[in-house]
């Protein structure tokens, strides 16, 4: 590259990272924004009245900058980086958007408040330490696919399982006979199951969709630095699995439906960020 475009380029490579760093504060600025607002409206304090509306649509806001950042450290010139903060980065992104706009017609909202802090920072540590760990496959239609649906899962199961908090922390609140403040601005207790049920089910299909396609797109599943993964990934299915049909044959509910969807999410949180914490950060490969 001559002298003059190397300088032009470079330029232009620093406004570029001006450009995120400024995208990137102001994201986080209105995340924890948005998040105190929820907050205040859940737990019964002087914003207690709040429309819902004017947070969400703050939230989409901080969504769409999140989206910006995350786009160019994702997309380069090589190819599609995966490296783990970016990974956590995008995967806190789908669930916030898919929390924000679910709000608008489901009573969901007040799971924003523990997701939106945890995008916040993700957004930040996806930005300082953005790694380089590139996409490179022959079968690249198929394993973006693969790893779409793989995504789209574990957020959808994210978010049952902030779910699952509250409503452990509801059931335990109703049992103390303590109705008031935090468990007033939650929907019923049966509102809360049914909506559990609804994010697991979707998200027990995704992931059924994840691993077939890891099967029909992936060479081998069980090559040794996936066959953890892959493991992992079939045990919280078949924890998911047991849980729907428990629901379905014995009506399973309350504490017991609450373990088994955070054991679940565990599990999956080992098979998804697990190995590739130790691999890429721990191991270095």
């Known amino acids: 590259m001559p002298p003059r475009y190397a300088i032009i380029h470079g330029i232009v490579r620093s406004i570029g990272n001006m450009s995120n760093i400024f995208f990137a504060s102001v994201a986080v600025v209105l995340y924890f924004g948005v998040a105190y607002r929820l907050g205040m409206r859940l737990s019964g304090g002087p914003d207690i009245t709040i429309d819902k509306r004017a947070p969400i649509a703050i939230g989409i806001g901080a969504v769409t900058l999140h989206g910006l950042v995350l786009y160019t450290t994702l997309f380069t010139s090589e190819g599609v980086n995966l490296s783990f903060f970016p990974t956590i980065s995008l995967l806190t992104w789908v669930g916030a958007l898919l929390v924000l706009v679910t709000s608008m017609y489901r009573p969901v909202e007040n799971l924003a408040i523990a997701l939106l802090p945890l995008a916040a920072l993700a957004v930040v540590l996806g930005l300082a330490f953005p790694g380089m760990q590139i996409l490179v496959d022959d079968q690249r239609v198929g394993l973006e696919i693969h790893i779409l649906i793989s995504i789209l899962a574990f957020s959808v199961l ?128």
């Not at 992931?207 to 919280?236: I, P, R, W």
């Open 158 to 285: 994210t978010i049952a399982a902030i779910q699952a908090a509250l409503l452990a922390i509801q059931n335990s609140h109703l049992h103390a006979r303590r109705p008031g403040g935090f468990i007033r601005m939650l929907p019923p207790l049966e509102t809360m199951e049914t909506l559990l049920f609804k994010m697991i089910s979707f998200g027990f299909a995704l992931q059924t969709l994840s691993l077939v396609s890891g099967f029909v797109f992936l060479e081998d599943m069980f090559l040794q630095h996936k066959v953890h993964h892959t493991f992992l990934s079939l045990t919280a299915w078949l924890v998911f699995a047991i849980l729907l049909w428990g629901r379905f044959r014995f009506g399973w509910r309350g504490r017991i439906a609450i373990r088994w969807t955070v054991g679940g999410f565990f599990t999956l949180l080992l098979a998804y960020l697990g190995s590739k914490l130790v691999l890429e950060l721990v191991l270095g490969r």
